[in-house]
């Protein structure tokens, strides 16, 4: 599974943005996704996750209430709306895949495949 992030940029605090994540592999509908971030000088988190049928989210629960993971399994897409954002979700945000995983899963070394990170600054 290849994937890549985009959506990322400047906003200020209250905005919105949404994350792309496109997928290519033929086992990207048998794959848990995640979306992970990493704020400078912090380990990669957790944001939150999404099953194999899309029937399963799980979030952070800094992210929770403000963040929706969702997926299109027949375009190969993940998706991670972002609203009431603040500061502190200042991150590189990454995609991820478990390929043939389960369950969604929290730790990032359960993820096998990973995009490059797409930037997201939200201003004061």
């Known amino acids: 599974v290849q994937l890549q992030a985009s959506g990322g940029g400047l906003v200020q605090a209250g905005g919105s943005l949404r994350l792309s994540c496109a997928a290519s592999g033929r086992t990207f509908s048998k794959s848990p996704m995640g979306w992970f971030r990493q704020a400078p000088g912090k380990e990669r988190e957790f944001a939150a996750g999404i099953s194999r049928s899309g029937d399963s989210t799980s979030y952070a629960e800094s992210a929770k209430g403000r963040f929706t993971i969702s997926r299109d399994n027949a375009k190969n897409m993940v998706y991670l709306q972002m609203n009431s954002l603040k500061f502190e979700d200042t991150a590189v945000y990454f995609c991820?895949?478990?390929?043939?995983?389960?369950?969604?899963?929290?730790?990032?070394?359960?993820?096998?495949?990973w995009g490059q990170g797409t930037l997201v600054t939200v201003s004061s």
């Open positions: 991820a895949a478990d390929e043939y995983g389960m369950t969604i899963r929290r730790s990032p070394v359960s993820y096998e495949y």
